[in-house]
C-alpha cells in the first residue's frame, strides 16, 4: 500500500526567508502532484512531476522530484504573505490503479510580515 | 471552460438522515473520482468511475456509502442513515481519462451531521 508523508505539518516562516517542504513515498511511482488548498476552497493544482530529475518552477515556488530516493521537495524562496496556504502532494499510484491518488497530511504554511 | 461543480456547497444533517451530493465533471471528462478529506488530512480516495461504471469502489468506507453516475456525466454520492463521523469535505475530481491522467478538482461538499 502506498503511503505518503509529508514534513513538517506546520510551518511558520518570515516574509523573505527560504524553506522547503519535503514529501516521501513508500513504493515505486510514476507521477507525483503538488496542490495549494485556501481555507474552505478546494485543491489548486501547482506542479506536476512525471519523471526522475523533473524540476519546475513558479514564482517563488520550485518542486523536484527523486524517484530514486522517493522523494519531492517543494522549495519557497523569499516567502511572501499571499503564500499562506495548506500545501499537499499527492502520488500516482503505479500499475493496475494508476488512477488513485494518495495524499500526504498537508503541510500548513503561515508566512509573517 | 467550466470547471468540475459541487452542489450543495455545504450539508447539514441531521444523524440517521440521508444525503446525496451531487458533481458535475468537465464538459468531455469520461473519468470521475470522489474523495473526502477531514479536518487536517489530505484527500482520501473513494470511488472512481470510467464512463457509467464504478470501475473502482475500494475506498468506500462501508455500506452506507453508494454512488452512481447513470449517464456517464453528473455523479450522485448517497451516504445512508449519516453518523457525525461522516462529516468532512467531500471532493469530486474528473479527468479526460482514466489511468494517469490530471485530475481536476471541484469546489467540495461541506458535510455536517449532527
Redesign the interface.
Given at each position: 500500500e502506498l503511503k505518503?508523508e509529508q514534513n513538517p505539518l506546520f510551518l511558520s516562516m518570515q516574509e523573505g526567508k527560504n524553506y522547503t517542504i519535503y514529501c516521501n513515498y513508500s513504493t515505486t511511482s510514476?507521477?507525483l502532484?503538488w496542490?495549494r488548498q485556501d481555507p474552505g476552497?478546494?485543491?489548486e493544482?501547482l506542479f506536476?512531476l512525471l519523471s526522475n530529475g523533473a524540476v519546475k518552477q513558479e514564482g517563488r515556488l520550485m518542486a523536484s522530484l527523486d524517484t530514486k530516493a522517493r522523494l519531492s521537495t517543494l522549495h519557497i524562496t523569499a516567502a511572501v504573505h499571499d503564500l499562506s496556504a495548506t500545501y499537499?502532494c499527492?502520488v500516482?499510484n503505479s500499475g493496475g490503479?494508476?488512477?488513485?491518488?494518495?495524499?500526504?497530511?498537508?503541510t500548513l504554511l503561515t508566512v509573517n510580515p | 471552460g467550466a470547471g468540475v461543480s459541487q452542489t450543495p456547497s455545504n450539508k447539514v444533517t441531521e444523524k440517521g438522515k440521508y444525503v446525496e451530493l451531487r458533481c458535475d465533471p468537465i464538459s468531455g471528462h469520461t473519468?470521475l473520482?470522489w474523495?473526502r478529506q477531514s479536518l487536517?488530512?489530505?484527500?482520501?480516495?473513494l470511488i472512481?468511475f470510467q464512463g457509467t461504471g464504478a470501475?473502482?469502489d475500494s475506498g468506500l468506507p462501508n455500506d452506507r456509502f453508494f454512488a452512481v453516475r447513470p449517464e456517464g456525466s453528473v455523479s450522485t454520492l448517497k451516504i445512508q442513515r449519516t453518523e457525525r463521523g461522516d462529516s468532512a469535505v467531500y471532493?469530486c475530481a474528473s479527468?479526460l481519462g482514466?489511468?494517469?491522467?490530471?485530475?481536476?478538482?471541484?469546489?467540495?461538499t461541506r458535510l455536517t451531521v449532527t
Open positions: 505518503v510514476d507521477r502532484y496542490y476552497k478546494s485543491l493544482s506536476v499537499f499527492a500516482g490503479s494508476n488512477y488513485k491518488l494518495t495524499f500526504g497530511k498537508g | 473519468a473520482y474523495y487536517g488530512q489530505g484527500p482520501e480516495f472512481y470501475a473502482d471532493l479527468s482514466g489511468g494517469a491522467y490530471e485530475q481536476y478538482f471541484g469546489p467540495g
